[in-house]
């Protein structure tokens, strides 16, 4: 019996992969057996068509298959993810990082010009994407990455080293705090941050969760069944950490620093409707991502 070649394995899993609902059924494919059998990229795919495949690397790419048939989510399976082209490890400790998220990074750099050493605070870091392309990209900044979950934060910790910005040592510029939202930001907290135990904060970032209660079991299969509830659902309306985030921010923030959160697209107006709530911020905006969707929205302390 002849063997396999990849581009046979390649056709019958993008056809599989379409009856068990898998968006992107081809480009998944590829990406599956491209890392599968360590190939540089999916590019290598094309030019591999005619190689017969052993035994021992389809048992690999069956395991693989069946786990992505399961809706299991692809960085999962592969391992990682990239963001702004730093490698990001992901697992169910956290939520993958999308791509559209990387706009905060921009936002945050744009607010700190001409500010020699910003203090930043990611609260609800995940995989600590946000404050690993931070701390690289920012120019003297220290980045304070807090979560309310152990396990997101050794999963941080561990991209953190990866992105070769430690963990929690002497000499970096990014480091990590257990607590719920700005209650992690202690005199301790900052001084491992290598700052003043009464320093304010220059830019607050957070991608907390936002998804009203009532879509819990609506999601994507590979949101509902394998990202952890804890950073997916924010109460009735989704709104419920994020409002108590910003009533915790009175009298934490510099003059003129900014909050940059990233929310539903539904929600944006309703919390610039609520602006008056926390008089010692202003609005600053509503922001759309790369691809045109209102995802962020800002604010500045007076």
């Known amino acids: 019996m002849p063997q396999m070649t990849v581009l046979e394995i390649l056709n019958r ?3 599989f992969f379409e009856k068990k609902g898998i ?20 590019m290598d795919i094309y030019l591999n068509f005619e190689k017969p495949l052993t035994d021992a690397e389809l048992d690999v790419l069956r395991q693989m298959v069946a ?5 299991e989510p692809l960085q999962h399976i592969i ?58 990209e920012i120019a003297g900044a220290k980045v304070l990455a807090t979560d ?60 907390l969760p936002y998804i009203p209660d009532s879509e819990k079991g609506k999601l994507q299969p590979e949101v509902d069944k394998f990202d952890p509830a804890l950073a997916l659902y924010g109460g009735p309306d989704g709104l ?33 409707n609520e602006a008056a709530n926390y008089p010692w911020l202003e609005f600053a905006g509503i922001h759309k991502d790369y691809c045109g969707n209102i995802r962020f929205v800002s604010y500045k302390s007076k």
């Open 79 to 136: 391992g990682d993810t990239s963001f702004r082209g730093f490698i990001i490890k992901c697992d169910k400790r956290a939520l993958v990082p999308r791509p559209e998220t990387e706009t905060l990074v921009d936002m945050a750099k744009e607010r700190l010009k001409g500010i020699e050493t910003p203090l930043i605070v990611e609260v609800g870091t995940g995989t600590a994407a946000i404050s690993i392309a931070c701390a690289k």
């Open 240 to 272: 419920s950490l994020v409002r108590k985030l910003l009533q915790q921010t009175e009298g934490k923030l510099n003059a003129g620093a900014s909050i940059l959160l990233e929310i539903g697209s539904k929600q944006a107006e309703v919390l610039k």
């Open 148 to 207: 309310i979950s152990e396990d997101a934060l050794s999963l941080a910790r561990e991209n953190a080293e990866v992105n070769e910005q430690g963990s929690n040592t002497e000499g970096t510029n990014l480091t990590f705090a257990q607590g719920d939202l700005l209650d992690a930001v202690t005199g301790e907290a900052l001084r491992q941050a290598q700052c003043p135990c009464d320093a304010k904060i220059d830019c607050l970032i957070a991608n």
């Open 67 to 71: 786990r992505r048939a399961n809706r």
């Open 13 to 15: 899993t993008k056809v």
């Open 23 to 42: 968006p992107d059924a081809r480009l998944d494919a590829e990406y599956i057996i491209s890392h599968g059998l360590k190939m540089k990229s999916r």
